[in-house]
């Protein structure tokens, strides 16, 4: 699996933990920036990460920021990205399993290293589950997404 994994300066801190965790767990982690704590946009670093998973070149992605929610909205703009602000390890890994979720998005001035260590691998090892009500359910949120 390849992760693309982004942050703005303010989430730039938690990146290298995050990437160091995906390296751990045998995860390929396509690092897309930000590479200092100079002051930039968050959108950006969404956007980079959601195109990863559009152009293939990623099977998910994790994106970072300050808190998490700036990335997430700006995230879920992208046509196919279903991102979600996840701060606790069931999120990390029900969101997977129940509703497709494809980016995870970490607020760094909220978790700290281990947690974002659990998230990881929570996510990594969530695998979405086929049965009919959470097909049914991201059929709908496709739906939305086409109708604008």
Request: hydrophobic share 45%; charged share 20%.
């Amino acid at each position: 699996m390849r992760i693309a994994v982004a942050a703005d300066h303010a989430g730039f801190p938690l990146k290298a933990i995050i990437v160091d965790e995906l390296t751990k767990l045998d995860v390929e982690a396509l690092d897309l920036g930000t590479f200092d704590t100079a002051p930039s946009d968050f959108p950006d670093f969404a956007a980079l990460v959601g195109r990863a998973i559009q152009n293939g070149e990623a099977e998910r992605g994790i994106v970072l920021c300050g808190s998490g929610v700036g990335v997430c909205i700006a995230a879920n703009k992208l046509h196919g990205i279903r991102a979600a602000t996840t701060h606790d390890t069931y999120s990390a890994h029900q969101g997977v399993e129940h509703d497709g979720m494809n980016v995870m998005c970490l607020g760094s001035r909220i978790i700290g290293e281990a947690l974002a260590r659990e998230l990881v691998q929570a996510f990594v090892g969530a695998e979405f589950q086929q049965e009919t009500r959470f097909l049914r359910r991201v059929d709908k949120i496709n739906a939305l997404e086409a109708a604008g």
